[in-house]
């Protein structure tokens, strides 16, 4: 069973521009959750995505967004991008109904540089 | 703001020797522990899902303890290898605002020396 792919690996921007990156979870996940990593900090949870739907939501300002197609592939956006945006930004997925009581399967993340 | 604490930050073995660190967390409302494993270059690999007080669960060597009572867990690793370094997360289940998450702490970083 194929893992969960994100794309692309590595990203420089500069800043006021936007981003996409795209996350294909396991066959069968219907549940896609995406997280920022910065230096020092944990996994900060963005949001997360069920069944084409945003059915979670951490504490980022509007600028981030996403959406989950009928795959359940997802995709994250970020728009007028700053230099905090620089990060790792991970995706997980899952196969159960629960967010919590499921194990998290992850990517190997998107390093996002904003210049 | 609902933190989860872990400690040590970092820590050092020898290969042979056990060694254990902590997870901290609110007390109120548990719901879920998770534990991950994330070694340099790779994804965050899970290892346990605990959502019972008085939990233990075992893969391998590795062993978790959940006291949700009093609000930690304790993960053990029994003769650590070169290849149990790593860094150890865990996240605690939060709901906020009519949203659920995961709430990561920033981890331990065990490094076993050959």
Known sequence: KAGVTQTPRYLIKT????????????????????????????????????????????????????????????????????????????????????????????????????? | ILNVEQSPQSLHVQEGDSTNFTCSFPSSNFYALHWYRWETAKSPEALFVMTLNGDEKKKGRISATLNTKEGYSYLYIKGSQPEDSATYLCAFRVREGGSEKLVFGKGTKLTVNP
């Not at chain 1, 795209?22 to 963005?46: D, E, K, N």
């Open chain 1, 15 to 115: 800043r006021g521009q936007q981003v996409t990156l795209s996350c294909s979870p396991i066959s069968g996940h219907r549940s896609v959750s995406w997280y920022q990593q910065t230096p020092g900090q944990g996994l900060q949870f963005l949001f997360e995505y069920f069944s084409e739907t945003q059915r979670n939501k951490g504490n980022f300002p509007g600028r981030f967004s996403g959406r989950q197609f009928s795959n359940s592939r997802s995709e994250m956006n970020v728009s007028t991008l700053e230099l905090g945006d620089s990060a790792l930004y991970l995706c997980a997925s899952s196969g159960g109904v629960s967010l919590a009581k499921n194990i998290q399967y992850f990517g190997a993340g998107t390093r996002l540089s904003v210049l």
